[in-house]
């Protein structure tokens, strides 16, 4: 699931889009990166850390998600078309990356040792 959220999110950064569809909808940009990021950091820390619940892991796959956000936003800059490296999509990933970050932690907790 991870890597089907992840390859969903890269298509959908660096493919050319129509604008003109888009600014018909009321859905916000901002809000799109921070469920899109939300629901990719969330789904691998389910993938990977939910049998360890190791906040050293979290943090590492926090880190990561928000790398590969960067990167996608530096990629769309330099590949043209209709997108744009825009700060403020950045804040919003590492929004999304903090949100699944606390649920995860708060729902899953540590790992109790019996």
């Known amino acids: ?25 009321k859905i916000s940009d901002k809000l799109i990166h921070i469920v899109g990021y939300f629901l990719m950091a969330l789904s691998w820390e389910l993938a990977y850390n939910l049998e360890e619940r190791n906040k050293r892991i979290s943090i590492s796959i926090a880190i990561i998600v928000l790398f590969y956000g960067i990167l996608i936003e ?23 990356i903090s949100i699944a970050f606390t649920i995860f932690s708060r729902v899953f907790g540590k790992k109790s040792v019996n």
């Open 74 to 96: 530096v990629l769309q800059q330099n590949i043209g078309g209709n997108r744009q490296f825009e700060l403020l999509d950045i804040i919003s990933n590492f929004i999304g």
């Open 1 to 25: 699931m991870a890597v089907f959220i992840t390859l969903a999110i890269t298509a959908g950064s660096l493919l050319s889009l129509d604008v003109s569809e888009l600014q018909n909808t």
